[in-house]
């Protein structure tokens, strides 16, 4: 049954090629949206709108695309607030937290898993989110590394092994036989439910050896490949995932001339996770910067219970624009198209014939709204695959 959304006063579609705007979000006004099959069949002038089987009037408000989360940690149990609180009287953020969550996640049944899982996705849903990646990381051996993927691959295509994340206690003096571990049983048990793979490349966690190992072994299994990296301080993470054409690097917040002369002249991703600076006090990276020298980049949530418990991507974007130099349009297209691009993904993040009809209907004029009114619950209706998932 086919859908036409019409009054639409503003339309992202993420496609430059439409509308006259210079900003790259290809931005119709008084526009109509025809969604058939699941798929975007015909978009253009309200007035120039086909027939449809239902017609959905939003009413002068603006339709974009569903937002592309492609850093989230979904899967784990128990609860690090203490963490937050102390952190925010003055302790240093450090990595040594996840083991904390590790305990508590290993405890857990997969069926308190699996319900928290759910509450974070409709949680995500209600907030715009149409698709999203979930890493695994949080059991670190290989029984509970499977199930953590195994659970994700319920809710998600996109899922990420990150059985390199931190060394669990057991093996803090043995780094090399985990790093064993993590390319041998734990891969195998690990790849048949993952897309991607994913090293925490950082002082406290993996070394530029180990992950190169890590990521290599990854590629060999059939998985793609991520990278947490100079999120603490600068390091050589950057150049290694240019060097394995990582489909992205995250976090960036230390970033060098180098760095971003590769990234500029690459096809990875610099995913920034504004959710962990406000949450760390960590400086923010300077987008301005990397869009200035040509970087690709997306914005994402980084959800997880230690230093980003946030699912919001509208709030992603206000930090993004208020503290990282972005405009909102840079911003929107960073938390839609770029997170996209992040998972090598061109059948979401837009708003074009063909593509999944992934769209949100902001209960505001423009998308500007979403910086302009931080903290404001503006998601209206919200489209997945073309069915109402709200």
């Known amino acids: 049954m086919s859908e036409l959304i019409t009054g ?6 993420n496609d430059p090629d439409i509308g006259a705007s210079d900003d ?10 025809l969604i058939d099959e699941g798929r975007i069949a015909w978009i253009g002038p309200a007035a ?13 408000t603006a339709v974009i695309p569903g937002f592309v989360d492609s850093h989230t940690h979904l899967v784990f ?5 203490a963490e937050f609180e102390a952190r925010m009287a003055g302790e240093a953020y450090a990595a040594g937290g996840i083991l904390s969550t590790v305990v508590a996640t290993r405890a857990a049944s997969d069926e308190e898993l699996r319900q928290r899982l759910r509450h974070f996705v409709e949680e995500l849903t209600a907030q715009g989110t149409t698709t999203f990646e979930v890493k695994s990381g949080y059991g670190l051996s290989v029984d509970d590394e499977a199930r953590l993927v195994r659970l994700a691959a319920e809710v998600t295509d996109e899922v990420t092994f990150l059985g390199a994340h931190v060394m669990p206690a057991e093996y803090q003096e043995r780094p090399d ?14 790849a048949p439910f993952s897309r991607w793979i994913d090293v925490f490349c950082e002082t406290g966690a993996f070394s530029v050896e180990q992950s190169r190992r890590i990521l290599e072994a990854g590629r060999d299994a059939g998985l793609g490949l991520r990278l947490h990296a100079s999120q603490l301080g600068p390091g050589d993470g950057v150049r290694l995932a240019v060097e394995l054409d990582a489909a992205s690097i995250d976090h960036g917040t230390y970033l060098t001339d180098a760095d971003i002369d590769a990234l500029a002249g690459s096809a990875t991703v ?3 996770l504004p959710g962990v600076e406000f949450s760390t006090r960590q400086p923010y990276p300077d987008a301005r910067r990397l869009l200035d020298a ?23 974007i206000a930090v993004a624009v ?6 909102p349009a840079e911003a929107l297209w960073a938390a839609t198209a770029g997170g996209a691009a992040a998972l090598r993904r061109s059948d979401v993040g837009r708003i074009v014939v063909g593509a999944r009809a992934d769209l949100v209907q902001l209960v505001a004029p423009s998308h500007v709204h979403l910086a302009y009114r931080p903290g404001v619950p503006l998601v209206g209706e919200v489209w997945k695959g073309g069915r109402r998932a709200r």
């Open 77 to 81: 149990g128990g609860d690090r607030a």
């Open 270 to 272: 610099l995913t920034l």
């Open 294 to 316: 040509g970087v690709t980049v997306a914005l994402a949530s980084d959800c997880n219970p230690g230093s980003s418990f946030t699912s919001s991507m509208a709030f992603c």
């Open 48 to 60: 120039s709108a086909p027939l449809a089987d239902v017609v959905t009037d939003v009413d002068g």
């Open 322 to 327: 208020r503290e990282m130099g972005m405009t």
């Open 24 to 33: 790259g979000l290809g931005r119709l006004m008084d526009a109509a949206v």
């Open 177 to 190: 036989d985990y790093v064993d571990l993590v390319v041998g049983p734990m891969l195998a048990a690990c």
């Open 8 to 13: 639409i006063a503003e339309l992202v579609t």
